[in-house]
Protein backbone atom coordinates (compact mmCIF):
# COMPACT_ATOMS: atom_id res chain seq x y z
CA UNK A 1 0.00 0.00 0.00
CA UNK A 2 1.17 3.18 -0.76
CA UNK A 3 0.25 6.07 1.36
CA UNK A 4 0.79 9.99 1.34
CA UNK A 5 1.24 11.76 4.59
CA UNK A 6 0.57 15.28 4.68
CA UNK A 7 1.29 18.07 7.25
CA UNK A 8 4.32 15.84 8.91
CA UNK A 9 6.43 16.64 11.49
CA UNK A 10 9.72 15.01 12.59
CA UNK A 11 8.11 13.40 15.49
CA UNK A 12 5.47 11.53 13.41
CA UNK A 13 8.07 10.24 11.31
CA UNK A 14 9.38 8.32 14.78
CA UNK A 15 6.54 6.45 15.39
CA UNK A 16 5.16 5.33 12.02
CA UNK A 17 8.37 4.82 9.58
CA UNK A 18 9.33 1.70 11.91
CA UNK A 19 5.86 0.46 12.04
CA UNK A 20 4.77 0.81 8.35
CA UNK A 21 8.44 -0.79 7.72
CA UNK A 22 6.38 -4.09 9.50
CA UNK A 23 3.45 -3.67 7.78
CA UNK A 24 5.81 -3.52 4.10
CA UNK A 25 3.75 0.11 3.52
CA UNK A 26 5.39 2.76 1.67
CA UNK A 27 4.64 5.84 3.11
CA UNK A 28 6.04 9.48 1.99
CA UNK A 29 5.70 12.13 4.45
CA UNK A 30 5.29 15.81 2.89
CA UNK A 31 5.01 19.15 5.31
CA UNK A 32 2.78 20.68 3.07
CA UNK A 33 -0.61 20.37 4.60
CA UNK A 34 -3.36 19.30 2.36
CA UNK A 35 -5.50 21.96 0.88
CA UNK A 36 -7.33 22.22 -2.25
CA UNK A 37 -3.25 23.69 -4.12
CA UNK A 38 -1.35 20.08 -2.49
CA UNK A 39 -4.38 17.71 -3.19
CA UNK A 40 -2.33 16.87 -6.82
CA UNK A 41 0.64 15.18 -4.56
CA UNK A 42 -1.73 12.60 -3.70
CA UNK A 43 -2.17 11.05 -7.31
CA UNK A 44 -0.69 7.41 -7.82
CA UNK A 45 -1.27 6.94 -4.02
CA UNK A 46 -3.37 4.45 -2.74
CA UNK A 47 -4.39 6.03 0.94
CA UNK A 48 -3.56 9.77 2.09
CA UNK A 49 -2.83 10.22 5.93
CA UNK A 50 -4.25 13.42 7.13
CA UNK A 51 -4.52 15.53 10.81
CA UNK A 52 -6.79 18.04 12.67
CA UNK A 53 -5.52 21.03 10.50
CA UNK A 54 -5.97 19.61 6.64
CA UNK A 55 -8.89 19.42 5.24
CA UNK A 56 -10.75 17.45 2.76
CA UNK A 57 -13.95 19.26 1.54
CA UNK A 58 -16.35 17.99 -1.47
CA UNK A 59 -14.14 18.89 -4.81
CA UNK A 60 -11.40 17.50 -3.50
CA UNK A 61 -13.23 14.05 -2.10
CA UNK A 62 -13.89 13.85 -6.16
CA UNK A 63 -10.45 15.04 -7.10
CA UNK A 64 -9.14 12.29 -4.69
CA UNK A 65 -11.36 9.47 -5.92
CA UNK A 66 -10.36 10.64 -9.80
CA UNK A 67 -6.90 10.01 -8.69
CA UNK A 68 -7.68 6.64 -7.86
CA UNK A 69 -7.05 7.37 -3.97
CA UNK A 70 -9.16 4.94 -2.04
CA UNK A 71 -8.93 6.09 1.81
CA UNK A 72 -8.28 8.74 4.04
CA UNK A 73 -6.73 7.87 7.61
CA UNK A 74 -6.87 10.38 10.09
CA UNK A 75 -4.41 10.30 12.28
CA UNK A 76 -6.87 11.93 14.94
CA UNK A 77 -10.37 11.09 16.51
CA UNK A 78 -12.16 14.61 15.53
CA UNK A 79 -13.18 14.39 11.56
CA UNK A 80 -14.63 18.03 11.31
CA UNK A 81 -12.21 18.77 8.65
CA UNK A 82 -13.43 15.81 6.08
CA UNK A 83 -16.99 16.53 4.22
CA UNK A 84 -17.73 12.84 5.71
CA UNK A 85 -21.44 12.95 3.19
CA UNK A 86 -19.08 13.79 -0.11
CA UNK A 87 -16.81 10.41 0.76
CA UNK A 88 -20.12 7.67 0.66
CA UNK A 89 -19.48 5.59 -1.81
CA UNK A 90 -16.40 7.16 -3.08
CA UNK A 91 -13.74 7.11 -0.45
CA UNK A 92 -13.44 5.28 3.29
CA UNK A 93 -12.72 7.30 5.96
CA UNK A 94 -11.14 5.97 9.43
CA UNK A 95 -9.68 7.83 12.41
CA UNK A 96 -8.56 6.93 16.00
CA UNK A 97 -11.07 6.97 17.91
CA UNK A 98 -9.22 7.09 21.38
CA UNK A 99 -5.80 6.61 21.65
CA UNK A 100 -4.88 8.30 24.99
CA UNK A 101 -8.15 10.05 26.62
CA UNK A 102 -5.63 10.91 29.53
CA UNK A 103 -3.12 12.98 27.66
CA UNK A 104 -5.73 15.20 26.58
CA UNK A 105 -7.75 15.39 29.94
CA UNK A 106 -3.63 15.72 31.99
CA UNK A 107 -3.24 18.73 29.87
CA UNK A 108 -6.48 20.36 30.51
CA UNK A 109 -5.68 19.82 34.30
CA UNK A 110 -2.19 21.60 33.48
CA UNK A 111 -3.97 24.28 31.60
CA UNK A 112 -5.82 25.02 34.60
CA UNK A 113 -3.16 25.03 37.33
CA UNK A 114 -0.93 26.87 35.21
CA UNK A 115 -3.61 29.70 34.83
CA UNK A 116 -4.80 29.21 38.20
CA UNK A 117 -0.99 29.42 39.87
CA UNK A 118 0.87 31.23 37.10
CA UNK A 119 3.26 29.16 37.59
CA UNK A 120 4.22 30.00 33.64
CA UNK A 121 5.31 33.69 35.21
CA UNK A 122 6.91 32.79 38.05
CA UNK A 123 8.85 30.88 36.10
CA UNK A 124 10.00 33.62 33.59
CA UNK A 125 10.15 35.78 36.63
CA UNK A 126 12.71 34.16 38.89
CA UNK A 127 14.98 33.12 35.62
CA UNK A 128 15.17 37.22 35.85
CA UNK A 129 15.76 36.82 39.71
CA UNK A 130 12.37 38.88 40.32
CA UNK A 131 11.14 37.12 43.15
CA UNK A 132 7.80 39.14 43.92
CA UNK A 133 4.78 37.22 43.83
CA UNK A 134 2.57 40.16 43.46
CA UNK A 135 -0.84 38.96 40.99
CA UNK A 136 0.05 35.45 41.35
CA UNK A 137 -2.88 34.87 43.79
CA UNK A 138 -4.74 32.24 42.69
CA UNK A 139 -7.50 30.05 44.58
CA UNK A 140 -7.65 26.21 45.61
CA UNK A 141 -9.57 23.62 43.23
CA UNK A 142 -10.28 21.60 46.90
CA UNK A 143 -13.81 22.14 47.04
CA UNK A 144 -14.93 23.98 44.20
CA UNK A 145 -17.38 23.28 41.09
CA UNK A 146 -15.97 21.45 38.30
CA UNK A 147 -18.09 21.78 34.99
CA UNK A 148 -17.52 19.48 32.52
CA UNK A 149 -19.39 19.59 28.92
CA UNK A 150 -18.81 16.50 26.94
CA UNK A 151 -18.50 12.76 29.21
CA UNK A 152 -17.20 11.00 26.67
CA UNK A 153 -13.67 9.68 27.03
CA UNK A 154 -11.56 12.62 27.75
CA UNK A 155 -14.64 13.95 30.03
CA UNK A 156 -14.53 10.83 31.45
CA UNK A 157 -10.71 10.87 32.37
CA UNK A 158 -11.14 14.71 33.55
CA UNK A 159 -14.13 13.72 35.79
CA UNK A 160 -11.40 11.26 37.59
CA UNK A 161 -8.81 13.87 37.81
CA UNK A 162 -11.18 16.41 39.34
CA UNK A 163 -12.13 13.58 42.04
CA UNK A 164 -8.40 13.76 42.56
CA UNK A 165 -8.73 17.32 43.91
CA UNK A 166 -12.14 16.70 45.61
CA UNK A 167 -14.26 18.70 43.69
CA UNK A 168 -17.68 18.84 43.35
CA UNK A 169 -18.69 17.99 39.54
CA UNK A 170 -21.13 18.73 37.08
CA UNK A 171 -21.89 17.99 33.79
CA UNK A 172 -23.76 17.96 30.41
CA UNK A 173 -24.06 15.68 27.99
CA UNK A 174 -27.12 15.22 25.78
CA UNK A 175 -26.31 11.35 26.11
CA UNK A 176 -26.11 11.17 30.24
CA UNK A 177 -23.86 8.19 31.75
CA UNK A 178 -25.62 7.06 34.64
CA UNK A 179 -22.31 5.05 35.69
CA UNK A 180 -20.28 8.31 36.25
CA UNK A 181 -19.89 9.90 39.49
CA UNK A 182 -21.24 13.84 38.64
CA UNK A 183 -24.27 15.31 38.84
CA UNK A 184 -25.62 16.29 35.16
CA UNK A 185 -27.33 19.28 34.55
CA UNK A 186 -28.80 21.45 31.79
CA UNK A 187 -26.24 23.10 30.04
CA UNK A 188 -27.57 26.45 30.97
CA UNK A 189 -27.30 25.18 34.86
CA UNK A 190 -23.64 23.85 34.67
CA UNK A 191 -22.70 27.04 33.33
CA UNK A 192 -24.28 29.26 36.43
CA UNK A 193 -22.83 26.50 39.22
CA UNK A 194 -19.29 25.50 37.78
CA UNK A 195 -16.30 27.85 38.68
CA UNK A 196 -14.38 25.44 36.10
CA UNK A 197 -16.14 25.17 32.61
CA UNK A 198 -14.20 22.77 30.86
CA UNK A 199 -15.02 21.17 27.17
CA UNK A 200 -15.23 17.69 25.83
CA UNK A 201 -17.35 17.69 23.39
CA UNK A 202 -16.61 16.78 19.56
CA UNK A 203 -17.21 20.29 16.86
CA UNK A 204 -20.56 19.86 15.28
CA UNK A 205 -23.07 22.38 13.67
CA UNK A 206 -24.96 21.80 17.30
CA UNK A 207 -21.58 22.79 19.24
CA UNK A 208 -20.65 25.55 16.74
CA UNK A 209 -20.09 28.71 19.31
CA UNK A 210 -21.50 26.66 22.62
CA UNK A 211 -19.59 29.66 24.51
CA UNK A 212 -20.72 32.59 23.07
CA UNK A 213 -22.30 36.00 24.61
CA UNK A 214 -24.94 34.62 25.92
CA UNK A 215 -23.72 32.08 27.38
CA UNK A 216 -20.46 33.69 28.72
CA UNK A 217 -23.10 35.96 30.91
CA UNK A 218 -24.56 32.74 32.69
CA UNK A 219 -21.11 31.55 33.93
CA UNK A 220 -20.20 32.71 37.32
CA UNK A 221 -18.12 35.87 37.79
CA UNK A 222 -14.79 34.64 37.83
CA UNK A 223 -15.03 31.31 36.48
CA UNK A 224 -12.37 29.38 34.64
CA UNK A 225 -12.80 28.34 31.37
CA UNK A 226 -10.56 25.74 29.71
CA UNK A 227 -10.84 24.76 25.75
CA UNK A 228 -8.68 21.26 24.93
CA UNK A 229 -11.66 19.86 22.48
CA UNK A 230 -12.39 22.40 19.51
CA UNK A 231 -11.48 26.12 19.00
CA UNK A 232 -14.78 26.93 17.10
CA UNK A 233 -16.84 25.55 20.19
CA UNK A 234 -15.58 29.15 21.65
CA UNK A 235 -16.74 32.38 19.79
CA UNK A 236 -13.26 34.29 20.27
CA UNK A 237 -14.77 37.83 19.49
CA UNK A 238 -17.51 37.34 22.83
CA UNK A 239 -14.43 35.34 24.84
CA UNK A 240 -12.20 38.49 24.63
CA UNK A 241 -15.12 40.76 25.14
CA UNK A 242 -15.23 38.31 28.21
CA UNK A 243 -11.89 39.14 29.49
CA UNK A 244 -12.35 42.53 29.14
CA UNK A 245 -15.21 42.86 31.50
CA UNK A 246 -12.60 41.03 33.57
CA UNK A 247 -15.57 38.17 33.79
CA UNK A 248 -12.54 35.42 33.79
CA UNK A 249 -10.51 34.15 36.30
CA UNK A 250 -8.24 32.57 33.96
CA UNK A 251 -8.41 30.95 30.13
CA UNK A 252 -6.63 27.78 29.15
CA UNK A 253 -6.59 27.34 25.32
CA UNK A 254 -5.20 24.21 23.59
CA UNK A 255 -7.23 25.30 20.44
CA UNK A 256 -8.42 28.52 18.38
CA UNK A 257 -10.80 28.81 15.73
CA UNK A 258 -8.41 29.85 13.34
CA UNK A 259 -5.50 27.67 13.98
CA UNK A 260 -5.25 26.14 10.80
CA UNK A 261 -2.53 27.73 9.12
CA UNK A 262 -0.66 29.16 12.55
CA UNK A 263 -0.38 26.14 14.93
CA UNK A 264 2.14 23.63 14.79
CA UNK A 265 4.25 26.06 12.46
CA UNK A 266 7.34 28.13 13.67
CA UNK A 267 5.71 32.02 13.46
CA UNK A 268 8.26 33.52 15.74
CA UNK A 269 10.18 35.83 12.92
CA UNK A 270 6.78 36.78 11.22
CA UNK A 271 4.17 39.67 11.64
CA UNK A 272 1.42 38.38 13.33
CA UNK A 273 -1.38 38.29 11.07
CA UNK A 274 -4.60 37.23 13.18
CA UNK A 275 -5.64 40.12 15.20
CA UNK A 276 -7.60 38.37 17.20
CA UNK A 277 -5.11 35.66 18.50
CA UNK A 278 -2.56 38.31 18.93
CA UNK A 279 -4.62 40.07 21.20
CA UNK A 280 -6.06 36.66 23.37
CA UNK A 281 -2.09 36.41 23.75
CA UNK A 282 -1.72 39.53 25.52
CA UNK A 283 -4.02 38.86 28.58
CA UNK A 284 -2.25 37.91 31.56
CA UNK A 285 -4.79 35.15 32.90
CA UNK A 286 -4.93 33.80 29.28
CA UNK A 287 -2.70 30.84 27.96
CA UNK A 288 -2.50 29.63 24.70
CA UNK A 289 -1.44 26.36 23.60
CA UNK A 290 -0.53 24.98 19.80
CA UNK A 291 -3.19 21.93 19.99
CA UNK A 292 -0.96 19.72 21.97
CA UNK A 293 -2.75 17.98 24.65
CA UNK A 294 -2.43 14.81 23.01
CA UNK A 295 1.02 14.46 22.16
CA UNK A 296 2.61 12.24 24.60
CA UNK A 297 4.34 9.04 23.34
CA UNK A 298 1.68 7.21 24.77
CA UNK A 299 -0.54 9.17 22.44
CA UNK A 300 1.83 8.99 19.58
CA UNK A 301 2.27 4.99 19.79
CA UNK A 302 -0.99 4.07 19.99
CA UNK A 303 -2.12 7.02 16.70
CA UNK A 304 0.40 5.24 14.11
CA UNK A 305 -0.91 1.64 15.59
CA UNK A 306 -4.06 2.22 15.15
CA UNK A 307 -3.66 4.36 11.99
CA UNK A 308 -1.56 1.44 10.36
CA UNK A 309 -4.23 -0.85 11.48
CA UNK A 310 -7.18 0.70 9.66
CA UNK A 311 -4.69 0.81 6.62
CA UNK A 312 -4.11 -2.42 6.82
CA UNK A 313 -7.81 -3.36 7.31
CA UNK A 314 -8.90 -1.52 4.16
CA UNK A 315 -5.95 -3.39 2.11
CA UNK A 316 -7.60 -7.05 3.03
CA UNK A 317 -11.27 -6.04 3.31
CA UNK A 318 -11.60 -6.13 6.52
CA UNK A 319 -14.08 -4.88 8.69
CA UNK A 320 -13.77 -1.46 9.45
CA UNK A 321 -14.33 -0.67 13.07
CA UNK A 322 -13.15 2.63 13.08
CA UNK A 323 -15.02 4.31 9.90
CA UNK A 324 -16.64 7.68 10.15
CA UNK A 325 -19.98 7.21 8.32
CA UNK A 326 -22.33 9.94 7.21
CA UNK A 327 -24.89 8.46 9.49
P1 LIG B 1 -16.04 11.13 22.74
O1 LIG B 1 -16.76 10.89 21.46
O2 LIG B 1 -15.59 9.96 23.56
O3 LIG B 1 -16.94 12.06 23.70
C1 LIG B 1 -17.61 13.19 23.27
C2 LIG B 1 -18.80 13.38 24.20
O4 LIG B 1 -19.42 14.63 23.86
C3 LIG B 1 -19.87 12.29 24.08
O5 LIG B 1 -20.22 11.79 25.35
C4 LIG B 1 -21.05 13.01 23.44
O6 LIG B 1 -22.31 12.51 23.84
C5 LIG B 1 -20.82 14.43 23.94
N1 LIG B 1 -21.55 15.43 23.20
C6 LIG B 1 -22.02 15.39 21.91
N2 LIG B 1 -22.70 16.52 21.64
C7 LIG B 1 -22.65 17.29 22.75
C8 LIG B 1 -23.19 18.56 23.10
N3 LIG B 1 -23.94 19.25 22.23
N4 LIG B 1 -22.95 19.04 24.34
C9 LIG B 1 -22.22 18.34 25.23
N5 LIG B 1 -21.70 17.12 24.98
C10 LIG B 1 -21.91 16.61 23.74
O7 LIG B 1 -14.81 12.07 22.36
P2 LIG B 1 -13.45 12.26 23.19
O8 LIG B 1 -12.46 11.23 22.78
O9 LIG B 1 -13.78 12.44 24.63
O10 LIG B 1 -12.93 13.64 22.55
C11 LIG B 1 -13.63 14.86 22.75
C12 LIG B 1 -13.05 15.91 21.82
O11 LIG B 1 -11.71 16.20 22.21
C13 LIG B 1 -12.88 15.46 20.34
O12 LIG B 1 -14.09 15.67 19.62
C14 LIG B 1 -11.79 16.36 19.84
O13 LIG B 1 -12.38 17.52 19.31
C15 LIG B 1 -11.02 16.75 21.10
N6 LIG B 1 -9.61 16.26 21.12
C16 LIG B 1 -8.61 17.16 21.33
C17 LIG B 1 -7.30 16.73 21.38
C18 LIG B 1 -6.14 17.69 21.64
O14 LIG B 1 -4.99 17.35 21.36
N7 LIG B 1 -6.38 18.86 22.19
C19 LIG B 1 -7.00 15.37 21.19
C20 LIG B 1 -8.07 14.48 21.01
C21 LIG B 1 -9.37 14.93 20.97
Not at 18 to 35: L, N, Q, R
Not at 129 to 146: E, R
Not at 197 to 216: A, F, G, M, Q, S
Not at 296 to 312: D, W, Y
Request: aromatic share 10%; hydrophobic share 40%; net charge negative.
Amino acid sequence: MRILFYGTKPYDKIWFEPMAKDYGYEITFVESACTKNTLKLADGYDAICIFVNDYVNDKMVDKLYEMGVKAILLRCAGYNNVDIAACEGKLVVLRVPSYSPEAVAEFAMALLLTVNRYTHRAYARTRDFNMSINGFMGCDLFGKVAGVIGTGKIGQAMIRIFQGFSMRIVAYDPYPNPDLPVEYLPLEEVLKQADIVTLHCPLTEETRYLINKDTIAMMKQGAYLINTSRGDLIDTEALIEGLLERKFSGVGLDVYEEEEGIFYEDHSNDIMPDRTLARLTTFPNVIVTSHMGFFTKEAMQAIASVTLENAHAVENGLPLKNQVTHT
